[in-house]
Structures are given as structure tokens and as C-alpha cells.
């Protein structure tokens, strides 16, 4: 493979909840038209369908080569960054990017080797805010606010649009990596989560709060940092040691 075949295998369109299997088609067809390869559906409501198929018009490996799964952590396994992208701004605190930053950052993420998923929502209600909390960043292409919302199909040409054309333009050298190890997944994030939030409710840190906002702060904090699989490895242990110092704690309580 070439460098630029590399870096296109490491990026990935997934599209959550799709409705319409025209748009899977269409989608398959702008994905390819660029130079990439790889879509995976989530939780599509009509897959495979024979109008994805005539709408792909021939992008039929891009289609067939499709992964079906249940849910969006499914799809991102993998990829430790994750670009959501939505139509309107949405209660998710997630840094803001234009399709071209966006397309930059993409790419040098490939080039540390990384690989990358571009997340696009349902075409009636766009990606939920737990969707968008398992992305890195959020973005929006610039629409006018009266009338914001691309055809599906569309936000998947202009996004693979930007990458190609980023990727054709990819003379200097790849940017030094930013960590020694690469960034934990999707997936292991999510297990770090779980034990984040179980240790919280086990040294009893919500003291009656509701816990959705304090973990969907944490979650940005630790995106922001992209942890790797042995910098994971330490907050696991660290997590690990509080809940045993909290089942100490708890024995000794007098009854
Ligand atoms: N009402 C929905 C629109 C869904 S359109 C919403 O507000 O999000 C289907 C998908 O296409 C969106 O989930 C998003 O991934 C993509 N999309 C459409 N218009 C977009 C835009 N202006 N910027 C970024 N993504 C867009």
C-alpha cells in the first residue's frame, strides 16, 4: 500500500441509526469516491437493503465490506479518536471544529498511526448526547442557522471531501507522536469508565448527587488526555486500591 492507502484504511465512517438505506447507499458512494474504504452501521433500521445498493452505484466493496453493529462503542473499536459531527451545538461541552481542522487533525492522528472514526447521526434527530460523549471533538459544517441540517449523505461527501483533499495535500512529515505507547480504544475507555464510576459510587463520592453530569465531566477530561493502555493500566490500579481501601473502611465502621 501506498502511504496515503495507509492513512485512508485508518480512517472510518460510522453511521449511527441511519433510517433511510438510500443514504447508507449514497454515503457508501461519497466514501468512496474519495479514495476511502470503510463504513461501519450502527443499529441501521434498514440494512442490507436493496435501495442502499442501487444508490452505492457500484461502490459495492465499500458496502459489502460494511460492519453491522448493536451499538456505537461497537463501531468505534479500534479508534482512539472519535469526530462526532452534528448540526447544531448540543448540551456536550466538546471542543468545536471546522470540517478542514477537522480533516487536519484526522490525518495526523493517521499518520501517528492511530486509527480514526468519523460519527455521523440519525437523519431525523442527529446523534444523542451519550453519542457525542464518546467523541473527541465535535463538527459542525458551516450551514446557515435557519436551515442547518445536511442531507446525511451530504455531511459524509463533505467530510471525506476534506480528508482527500487533506490527504492530497500531505507533503510535510508526520507530526513526532504524542505519547509512547498509542491511546487506549474506544472499548477500553468505556471498561475505565465503568470502574471509574463503580469506585466513585464506592467510596461513596456522590453523597446523593445525581452522577450523569460528574461523569460526563470526567469522560471530557480523560478524551482530552487520550490515555494509553499503560497509563490506563496505572488508573486502574489506583481505582483498584480505593475500592479495597473502601471495603477496609467499611468493616471497620462500628455498626
Ligand atoms: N436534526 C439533526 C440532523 C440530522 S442530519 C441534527 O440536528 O443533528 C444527519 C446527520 O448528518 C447528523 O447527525 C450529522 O452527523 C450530519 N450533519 C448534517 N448536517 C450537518 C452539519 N451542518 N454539520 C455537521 N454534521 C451534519
Same mark, same amino acid.
Given at each position: 500500500m501506498t502511504a496515503a492507502a495507509d492513512l485512508a484504511a485508518r480512517l472510518r465512517f460510522v453511521l449511527v441509526r441511519t433510517s433511510h438505506p438510500g443514504n447508507i447507499g449514497s454515503a457508501a458512494r461519497a466514501i468512496r469516491t474519495m479514495g476511502f474504504t470503510r463504513m461501519e452501521l450502527v443499529?441501521? /433500521?434498514?440494512? +442490507?437493503d436493496p435501495e442502499a445498493s442501487a444508490l452505492a452505484a457500484g461502490a459495492d466493496d465499500v458496502l459489502g465490506g460494511a460492519g453491522i453493529h448493536g451499538e456505537l462503542v461497537e463501531g468505534l473499536v479500534g479508534a482512539s479518536f472519535a469526530l462526532g459531527l452534528s448540526a447544531r451545538r448540543r448540551g456536550v461541552n466538546l471542543p468545536e471544529l471546522a470540517p478542514r481542522e477537522a480533516a487536519a487533525r484526522a490525518l495526523a492522528a493517521a499518520a501517528r498511526g492511530e486509527q480514526v472514526a468519523l460519527v455521523f447521526g440519525n437523519e431525523?434527530?442527529? =446523534?444523542e448526547n451519550e453519542e457525542l460523549a464518546r467523541c473527541h471533538a465535535m463538527v459542525r459544517i458551516?450551514?446557515? &442557522? &435557519?436551515?442547518?441540517? =445536511?442531507n446525511l449523505s451530504q455531511a459524509v461527501q463533505v467530510m471525506a471531501y476534506e480528508l482527500r483533499l487533506a490527504l492530497l495535500g500531505d507533503q510535510a512529515p508526520p507530526p513526532p +507522536? #504524542? /505519547? &509512547? #505507547? +498509542?491511546p487506549a480504544d474506544a472499548a477500553k475507555m468505556e471498561r475505565f469508565y465503568a470502574h471509574l464510576a463503580q469506585t466513585l459510587d464506592d467510596i461513596e463520592? /456522590?453523597?446523593?448527587?445525581?452522577p450523569t453530569t460528574i461523569m460526563l465531566r470526567l469522560r471530557k477530561l480523560f478524551q482530552r488526555a487520550q490515555p494509553d493502555e499503560r497509563e490506563l493500566r496505572v488508573l486502574h490500579g489506583i481505582l483498584a486500591d480505593a475500592q479495597r481501601m473502601a471495603t477496609l473502611a467499611a468493616a471497620r465502621k462500628p455498626d
Open positions: 443499529a441501521p /433500521h434498514r440494512f +442490507p431525523r434527530t442527529g =446523534l458551516p450551514s446557515v &442557522d &435557519d436551515f442547518s441540517s =445536511l +507522536p #504524542e /505519547h &509512547d #505507547e +498509542p463520592f /456522590h453523597k446523593g448527587r445525581e
